[in-house]
């Protein structure tokens, strides 16, 4: 798949706690038809055959609309899928090693906390960063939020392009204006609504007036 930075606008990340009663492809689906441009399929809780099964189904419908599909942490799911690529945080797989097991087509997201993550991530090769979390999230209780200072820095100091996560909604991603940002990652903003295709379409509408008025 090419891959640019548009790609990264609205980056849904799945969270199997937000369910309630629905499947996971479905919701990703009306997430995709609101306005989403990439998923992430984060599985903490699922054993190795599990996530495959979930990665599948998920691919099905992320290849039909040609939306970018991530795998989160796991580089062997990644590979058995064929998914377009993988996001890794500091204490995951080696962005090195990641790399040469996925290939120089592939997409490789890497988390960063600080200025000196985000550069040797995009010096190790990574495609894009992802900044976090830059609000106080239930998502990762163990999250130390990051300035807005520090994630300006970290967009003037790096080339490649810089996604924020971490508690972002409708009513606070506003506070991210003028930071130079490329996108947005969200979980509950939008799988955690009821309407997910409208709280989609909202979100996607917001990112562009805020980030790049």
């Given amino acids: 798949m090419n891959f640019n930075k548009d790609k990264l606008l609205l980056y849904g990340v799945t969270?199997?706690?937000?369910?309630?009663?629905?499947?996971?492809?479905?919701?990703?689906?009306?997430?995709?038809?609101?306005?989403?441009?990439?998923?992430?399929?984060?599985?903490?809780?699922?054993?190795?055959?599990?996530?495959?099964?979930?990665?599948?189904?998920?691919?099905?419908?992320?290849?039909?609309?040609?939306?970018?599909?991530?795998?989160?942490?796991?580089?062997?799911?990644?590979?058995?899928?064929?998914?377009?690529?993988?996001?890794?945080?500091?204490?995951?797989?080696?962005?090195?090693?990641?790399?040469?097991?996925?290939?120089?087509?592939?997409?490789?997201?890497?988390?960063?906390?600080?200025?000196?993550?985000?550069?040797?991530?995009?010096?190790?090769?990574a495609d894009y960063i992802g900044v976090g979390a830059v609000f106080h999230t239930n998502t990762k209780s163990d999250a130390g939020t990051v300035s807005y200072e520090t994630l300006k820095e970290i967009c003037n100091r790096v080339k490649i392009p810089v996604v924020a996560i971490g508690g972002i909604t409708r009513k606070n991603i506003m506070k991210l204006s003028g930071s130079g940002i490329d996108g947005v990652a969200v979980i509950s903003a939008i799988f955690g609504e009821q309407d997910i295709t409208k709280a989609s379409q909202e979100m996607h509408l917001l990112v562009r007036k805020e980030l790049f008025k």
Avoid: C
């Fill in 15 to 125: 969270d199997r706690s937000w369910l309630k009663g629905d499947t996971l492809e479905s919701q990703v689906e009306k997430a995709i038809l609101g306005g989403i441009t990439s998923i992430q399929l984060r599985e903490k809780d699922l054993d190795h055959d599990e996530f495959l099964i979930s990665a599948k189904k998920v691919k099905r419908i992320t290849d039909q609309y040609k939306v970018p599909f991530i795998i989160n942490d796991n580089v062997e799911i990644a590979l058995e899928v064929d998914a377009d690529g993988v996001h890794i945080g500091q204490s995951d797989e080696d962005i090195i090693q990641a790399r040469k097991k996925l290939g120089r087509n592939k997409i490789i997201g890497v988390s960063a906390h600080n200025v000196l993550e985000a550069i040797m991530a995009e010096e190790n090769g």
